[in-house]
């Protein structure tokens, strides 16, 4: 990713969805590097979803001996604050299945004034009053805010 983010300053989107073995640190030396990117894609794939792949990956080793996937639970607070820091010119952001919260909504947000299209589908841990404060001051004319898990 470094050698991405240096020969390609003037990147304009870049999509590293469901690349789990993509740090915070490389999205952070994107947004360091990339000063033109527009449109990011950071997608998870639903947990529920890597647990059962995982255990039909491994349907011989009992549960309790699996790889613990819930490292990815701490990725989306690191994430959004990231991409709030140093990617303010923004226009397209998806971020499915992330597990940022409302105080990390909030900093993304702030960072990224002009986003127009904020994607956060099946991102559980956001709460209605977090979704509405925080989104409000935003340009977006089209935000994919649902999820399986509640209505807003």
Known sequence: MLNIAL??????????????????????????????????????????????????????????????PSIVLIFGNIDAHVIGKYMHQLKHLELRFSTLSDKSLAKLCKGCPHLEYLDLFGCRKLTSDGLTNNISNLKCQETKLHSPYYLI
């Open 7 to 68: 020969m390609c300053p003037k990147l304009k989107e870049l999509d590293i969805s469901c690349s789990y073995e993509i740090s915070c640190a490389c999205v952070e030396m994107i947004g360091v590097y990339c000063k033109s990117i527009e449109t990011f894609k950071r997608n998870w794939m639903d947990l529920a979803e890597v647990w059962r792949l995982q255990r039909a990956r491994f349907r011989f080793v009992p549960p309790n001996d699996l790889d613990d």
